[in-house]
């Protein structure tokens, strides 16, 4: 089944509703069962299954429960829908090796998805690690 732009903007909008809510069975419901998000922005940014996201997600709102996710732009071609998010947050749970700060975190992202047979196959995502523990107060300017 081969879906048109707006769909698989659509698909994006539900995936990133679904993050907002932490609806985690309608996440799963618009991942392919093959689901693969690559990053190197981060060791555990990278999921090799719906599961591994799910489960990465929420070790994010442990850290940041007020998280919100905002989709500033969207450009489909093809299967390929290219985002730019926009991720906000308070740090109140330790992140990794960092205690929680209390800084308020604001950071755009790129992320590019896959879409297949409706779903999203696989994402890739990049984001600036530096820039976000500076923020955060975890790392100091260079």
Not at 32 to 40: E, K, L
């Amino acid at each position: 089944m081969e879906t048109s732009s707006a769909q698989n903007k659509a698909i994006v909008h539900a995936f990133v509703a679904a993050i907002n809510t932490q609806d985690w069975p309608a996440l799963v419901a618009v991942l392919d069962p093959a689901f693969v998000r690559h990053s190197d922005a981060a060791g555990a940014a990278g999921a090799k299954s719906a599961g591994e996201l799910v489960a990465f997600l929420q070790g994010e709102y442990k850290t940041f429960p007020d998280a919100h996710e905002e989709l500033l732009d969207l450009v489909a071609e093809g299967d390929r829908v290219a985002a730019r998010h926009r991720f906000t947050g308070t740090q109140t749970g330790p992140m990794g090796p960092y205690a929680a700060s209390g800084r308020r975190l604001t950071a755009t992202y790129l992320a590019i998805y896959r879409i297949s047979e409706g779903r999203i196959a696989e994402a890739w995502a990049e984001w600036d690690n530096l820039a976000g523990l500076r923020q955060l107060g975890h790392a100091g300017e260079a």
